[in-house]
């Protein structure tokens, strides 16, 4: 009866046995590579720790020498004035502003008939935008036609009457006091009929203000009327903003601006200002259209700088294609400089500026490991470019400046140029 269990238990134990034996065989690593990156890894530390070694032995020695030569002169480093590329472009930013803009208002009282132009509507010189309804200068009108007939019938009484009273002055029948009264009375009449044909061709014209027309082409950027708004010569209306669809200026009807053609103004440094004439080109780009670039032309400066800036106020008219530049827009202005003076270009770390006045020190050699004398030289900054500096005068190309100056600096002092590439 055991028989059996103990071969069973024999099969089952021999079946794990092989389960066991059929997972693939782990082989030990090779001694030899393990050798060969652990020397490669030695070899690499090795290399790094001489490499950060050497750099500061160098800076040790340096110093150590420094305190045992306590008179010598103190390291700098030095830069070399540079002359920038002739000519060059001038980047200025702006504001687009439409060539023509205007406020529209009423000349006559009354009520708003019809509009027939809201806001981002095309419209052309002449073109009606409202319609105002004034009865009361219409009867103004017809009163003064009726003054101008009664002043003509008194003039046709006065003429007649000078003209009677003449042939009674040949035959002596009347004093030549009454001939002067009648021929007063006849200038009399005759100046109330021009004043009265001069009213009625005043309100004659002022009734034409009663259709609101554009003065030029452009587009309507606001409005302020609607259907029955109560209109005030002199610029009120009772229409609100909000339904007028648009800020525009108090009081006035619509708005209207010329941007097939925009301008903008630009303040170009003194150090520019002569190179700008009218008739140069300029490139305007704006940050929403990084694909486009409209090309536009200096019309016209004002010839002064102003007294606070010292910049040329400068005016850049741009053909506006579709109207694409929107009334607005912040642009930048790329001004091509044909005949501009080069520039000195210095590091601004090299500047010293005091209560005198923005100095630079000036290196009268500039060999490396050398000593040299440093000289204070006083300069005039132009453009602030970041990382370095225009300067006007003061310097020359090709002279060796002092970078990061300390305090201890003073003019006329013994300094060592440290070799390139070492503070």
Do not use: C
Request: aromatic share 4%; no cysteine.
């Amino acid at each position: 009866m055991k028989t059996p269990n103990t071969a069973f238990e024999d099969n089952s134990a021999h079946v794990r046995h092989a389960d066991v034996g059929a997972a693939p065989p782990v082989k030990p690593a090779a001694t030899r590579r393990v050798l060969t990156i652990a020397t490669v890894g030695a070899v690499t530390l090795a290399a790094l720790l001489v490499m950060s070694f050497l750099p500061r032995h160098a800076v040790s020695r340096e110093l150590e020498n420094a305190a045992n030569q306590p008179d010598a002169p103190p390291m700098v480093q030095v830069a070399t004035v540079a002359r920038a590329e002739s000519g060059g472009d001038l980047t200025l930013p702006g504001t687009i502003q439409p060539l023509h803009e205007s406020a529209i208002y009423a000349r006559v009282s009354g009520y708003v008939k019809e509009w027939h132009a809201d806001i981002g509507r095309v419209v052309r010189a002449g073109d009606v935008l409202a319609e105002i309804d004034a009865p009361e200068l219409d009867q103004e009108v017809e009163q003064a036609q009726q003054q101008l007939a009664q002043t003509r019938a008194s003039l046709g009484l006065a003429k007649a009457d000078l003209a009677r009273w003449k042939s009674l002055a040949a035959d002596s029948a009347v004093s030549r006091e009454e001939l002067d009264q009648k021929s007063a009375a006849y200038d009399a009449a005759l100046a109330n009929s021009g004043a009265a044909e001069a009213n009625v061709r005043r309100l004659t014209e002022t009734r034409r203000f009663t259709r609101v027309t554009a003065p030029f082409n452009g587009v309507i950027t606001a409005r302020n009327v609607d259907l029955g708004s109560l209109i005030s010569a002199g610029g009120s209306t009772s229409a609100s903003n909000a339904a007028a669809g648009g800020a525009a200026q108090a009081g006035s009807l619509f708005r209207i601006a010329q941007t097939d053609t925009v301008r903008t103004y630009i303040a170009v440094p003194q150090a520019d200002a002569l190179a700008m004439t009218a008739g140069m080109s300029a490139d305007v780009t704006v940050q929403e259209l990084p694909n486009r670039t409209f090309r536009g032309h200096v019309v016209r400066t004002s010839q002064s700088l102003d007294a606070a800036s010292r910049t040329l106020l400068t005016e850049v008219d741009i053909v506006n294609p579709g109207m694409t530049l929107l009334s607005g827009m912040y642009a930048q202005v790329h001004v091509h400089l044909e005949h501009r003076a080069p520039a000195l270009i210095v590091p601004s770390t090299a500047l010293i500026v005091r209560a005198s006045g923005t100095q630079v020190a000036v290196l009268d050699t500039a060999q490396p490991g050398q000593p040299a004398t440093a000289h204070f030289v006083p300069v005039t900054v132009g453009r602030d470019f970041g990382g370095t500096v225009e300067i006007q005068s003061g310097l020359n190309a090709g002279e060796a400046v002092v970078q990061n100056p300390g305090a201890e600096l003073v003019d006329g002092m013994r300094v060592r140029i440290a070799p390139a590439g070492r503070g």
